[in-house]
Structures are given as C-alpha cells and as structure tokens.
C-alpha cells in the first residue's frame, strides 16, 4: 500500500488550506507519475513539528497501520520530522517494519541506499538548524516590540485595548475598576463580590477575569 502523510502546524493554516491542498496535490502528483495507487492520505492539522510522528495523532495511526512492502509518501522532510534525531529513529522504525518512505523534496526515496540515508540525515540536520534560527529571530523580534512598547498579539489584558499601530492605551473605564479591584481585594472580598461590582459599572468581566486582574496586580507589585 501506498499512504500520503501531510501536516500543518497552526489552525491558521489548516482553515486556509492552502498548505495541505499544496502538499496533497504534490504526493497525488507523484504518485500518477510512478504509476502506482494512493491507498489514502493522512492529514495532520494544526500539529507542531516538535511533536514526534508517533506522537501525533495521524501520525501515530499511520506508523501503527504500515507493514511491510508499504511505502510512506511525503512532501517536504520538515513535514514528518522534528529533528535530526526524530528522523533517523523514524527511519530505523520504518526499516524495521520493511517499510518505504519517499519525501519529494529529496527526489523520492530516502532508504534505498546508504547514500539516501547519509542525505537524508544531514537534510534532517540543517532543517533542525533553521527552524532553530528561525525561532531565534521571532525571539528577537519580540523583544524589540515588546521594548518598544508594541503590543505582541492576543487579546489585550482588561484595562487595555489595542491601537491601529500595534500598540496598546489604558481603557480609563477600567483602569478605574480596576483600582477598585485592588482596593476591594485588599479587604477580603470574594472574587464573585468583586465581579459583581464591576458588573455593576456596566462593565463585562468574569470571577476568573478579577482572578487574572489580581495576578497581574500582584506580579506588579
């Protein structure tokens, strides 16, 4: 049997589908093209690639479903493997099992001989490295914004809201609520207490908001 592996790692990408219609058009190409039929496809949404294939929910009904003679088709390395390490113990897995594993963007088969396998693992290495590299610039990207006073993303915390340039302002509504929050936590009273008195100006917040306006409060202090 023939199986397609694909994943993508944000929900983002999953509700755009273009990422997955891409990988799947590539592994149907493929497979027309050697004649040979696609048995089915395993789609992976909205997973990291830090998780181990055998890990992943597709990925470990599919590691669980191969035998021998089966080949594994996909279509970038960085979609099956988190690392150097996770591919060459996947590798000896499918081996073991006499499986194929075929990734496109290395020309096909990556275990027919010691030469697939010595690229494949010095393929494996330089992936890890730039997702490395990559984390390290949205690392430092971040820390500019965040000197910068530029707001990261998310929902802003209750007090603030969200400027078209990227930044954040104090909501004065709630900025005064919360003073009262501190004021009224530092006399005892219940979150449910609290709660209902902000409610009281009008204003929509949870008992678990007042918890999380008291954390930060606290982590200020």
Known sequence: MIYGYCRVSTI??????????????????????????????????GVS????IDERPQGAELMALVEKGDVVVAAKLDRMFRSALDALQTIEA???????????????DVLGNGLSK?????AAAFAEAER?????????????????????GGRPPFGWRKTQDGQVEPVEA????????????????????IRDAVRARGLTISHMGISNVISRLEAGA
């Open 49 to 52: 690639g830090s998780t181990p």
């Open 132 to 152: 490395d590299r990559i984390r390290e610039r949205i690392s430092q990207v971040k820390a500019d914004q965040r000197a910068r006073g530029r707001y990261l």
């Open 174 to 193: 709630e900025q005064e609520a919360i003073a009262m929050i501190r004021a009224m936590n530092k006399k005892g009273a219940a979150l449910r207490v």
């Open 12 to 45: 983002d990408q999953v509700q755009n589908g273009d990422s997955l219609a891409v990988q799947q058009r590539q592994i149907d190409g493929y497979c027309l093209m050697r004649g040979v039929h696609l048995a089915r496809v395993f789609v992976e949404e």
């Open 94 to 108: 499918l081996k073991e099992k006499g499986v194929g594993l075929h990734l496109i963007d290395l020309g096909g």
């Open 118 to 122: 010595l690229f494949l693992t010095i």
